[in-house]
C-alpha cells in the first residue's frame, strides 16, 4: 500500500496542530517515547519534526509534505511547493513577527544603532540580511534558546519571534523594528506533487483543514418562522453566502438554515425572537468547504 509521509511539528505548534487535525477527521496519537504519532489513516504516516528542519526535510523528499512556517522556509532557502497558508499558532490566529527587540533602557533607538552591535538569535540568515538590506554591520551570533534574557549582558539586542509580545515585555524588552511576518504553511515536496496518489492525498488534507480553519469562531442556525416574517428574520441574518429557507408540512412556515459569526448569536437569538422565530438551534462548526 503506497504511504504518504506527514511532517507535524514538533514543539509549540504540536497541540494546536493535532487538534486542528481532529477537526479535520485525522486523530493523531502522540507518545512521550515515540517521534512517529499514531494516525487513523492506513494511508499516512506520521513522524514529529521541529518546525525549524521541516522544509528542509520535505525539500529532500524524506517527507512527502508537512507543516511548519514561512519564516522557515526563508530561512533555510527550501524549495518547496506551498499548498496552503493556515493562519494558527500556539496562542491565537495572527502571524508571528519577528522583530528586533532591545532592553527597555538601551540607547538603540534604529536598525542604524546596531553597528558593531551583537545580536542573538535563532533566524541567523535572516537577521543578515536584514542587515545587509539596512547596510549596517553587527555580529549575529546564534541562540540556542531562552533568547529574551540575554540583553543586555549577554547581548546588545536580539531578534525573537512572538505571537503577543508578552514574554518580551515580562523581560522588561521593548520592539524597535519587525523583520518578518510569518504564518503556517502546508508544504509538500515538489516530487511528491507528482505522484498522483500523493498530490491527491496531499490535496485532500489541505482542502480539510482549511475548512477547518473557516469555521473558527462561526456556529450554525436553525429557527422555524411563518412565510410571512421571514423578510424580517433575515434582515437579521448577516448569512455567510445565503441562508437555506425550506417549505415546512404546515402550510405558510418555513426553515432557515444559516451561519453566523458566533460572538453575535447571543444578541441575535432575541431578535429573531421578536420576529416571531421558533424552534431555534445553535450548532457548532467543525468545518466550512468554500
Known amino acids: 500500500m503506497p504511504k504518504l509521509n506527514l511532517g507535524i511539528p514538533k514543539g509549540s505548534l504540536e497541540k494546536t496542530t493535532c487538534q486542528m487535525f481532529a477537526k479535520a477527521g485525522y486523530n493523531i496519537s502522540i507518545s512521550s517515547r515515540s517521534y512517529f504519532p499514531a ?3 492506513g494511508e499516512i504516516e506520521c513522524m514529529l519534526i521541529r518546525a525549524q528542519e521541516m522544509s528542509r526535510y ?4 524524506i517527507l512527502d509534505c508537512g507543516l511548519t ?8 532557502g527550501s524549495d518547496v511547493e506551498e499548498i496552503a497558508e ?3 499558532g500556539k496562542v491565537g490566529r495572527r502571524p508571528l513577527r519577528w522583530v528586533l527587540a532591545v532592553p527597555e533602557s538601551s540607547d538603540i533607538k534604529s536598525v542604524q544603532d546596531l553597528e558593531g552591535r551583537l545580536i542573538a538569535t535563532e533566524a541567523v540568515g535572516m537577521t543578515r540580511r536584514y542587515l545587509k538590506k539596512h547596510g549596517v554591520n553587527a555580529t549575529v551570533e546564534f541562540s540556542w534558546g531562552a533568547t529574551e534574557v540575554k540583553p543586555p549582558r549577554l547581548a546588545d539586542t536580539i531578534v525573537e519571534i512572538t505571537e503577543t509580545g508578552s514574554s518580551l515585555r515580562a523581560n522588561k524588552l521593548k520592539i524597535i523594528d519587525t523583520l518578518c511576518e510569518s504564518t503556517t504553511r502546508f508544504i509538500a515536496n515538489r516530487g511528491a506533487m507528482a505522484d498522483n496518489f500523493k498530490r491527491a492525498k496531499i490535496e485532500k488534507i489541505a482542502m480539510l483543514l482549511k475548512a477547518v480553519l473557516a469555521a473558527e ?4 442556525l436553525m429557527l422555524n418562522i411563518k412565510q410571512k416574517n421571514l423578510d424580517r428574520a433575515l434582515e437579521k441574518l ?5 441562508p437555506t429557507v425550506s417549505p415546512l408540512a404546515e402550510p405558510g412556515w418555513v426553515a ?23 424552534g431555534i ?6 468545518k466550512i468547504v468554500l
Open 256 to 278: 432557515v438554515n444559516t451561519i453566523v459569526d458566533e460572538y453575535i448569536v447571543r444578541d441575535l437569538i432575541p431578535e429573531l425572537i421578536a420576529c416571531g422565530a421558533t
Open 69 to 76: 512556517g514561512y519564516d522557515w522556509i526563508q530561512e533555510n
Open 39 to 41: 494516525i487513523d489513516d
Open 281 to 286: 438551534v445553535e450548532f457548532p462548526l467543525n
Open 238 to 242: 448577516p448569512a455567510l453566502e445565503r
Open 217 to 220: 469562531g462561526k456556529a450554525g
Open 86 to 88: 493556515l493562519v494558527y
Open 58 to 61: 520535505v525539500e529532500k523528499g
